[in-house]
């Protein structure tokens, strides 16, 4: 389950086993337990070293919190389970193009890289309405891979939404 290798003749190959796309549907199970509970469907995972070391989705609605964004629960995780503000050699998987105050917590945590699933057109901070983690004006900008899995990210999304319509 984590890096393998390939002993060939006399080469070593060393290759990945997990793909963006493994990560955002583990970002995509998390999202999945958002929507079971009725909030946006939003879902992230961290990674470091081929292995997750926080997730987190969408609890606004549940702890009446206006800042409980699947990326803020996770960066504190992470935080925490790395005992340090900083998350150096991490990768952020986020479903959705994150926030402006997610994007925010992403240069301030020093996350390297951020991959994400869908375009947010009325909030995404990463591009759409803002460009932060890539503010040279800020001390610390963020390699930015986005479109991962954009279907099926903003596919839940939309059923969500639908739902609510219904209600
Ligand atoms: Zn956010």
Known sequence: ?????????SFVISFHL????????????????????????IGCVIVQDERI????????????DATAHAEMMAITSASAALESRYLTDTTLYATIEPCPMCAGAIVL????RLVFGAYDIKAGACGTLYNIPQDTRLNHQVKIIPGVLDKECAALM?????KQRNV
Do not use: C
Not at 1 to 9: D, V, Y
Not at 109 to 112: E, G, L, V, Y
């Open 158 to 162: 939309q059923e969500y939404f639908r």
């Open 1 to 9: 389950m984590t890096n393998g290798r390939i002993f060939h003749s």
């Open 53 to 64: 070391i926080a997730k987190g989705h969408n609890l606004t609605e549940q702890l009446k």
């Open 109 to 112: 945590a020093r996350i390297p």
């Open 18 to 41: 997990f793909t963006h796309d493994y990560w955002m549907r583990q970002a995509l199970i998390e999202a999945a337990k958002a929507f079971e509970l009725d909030e946006v469907p």
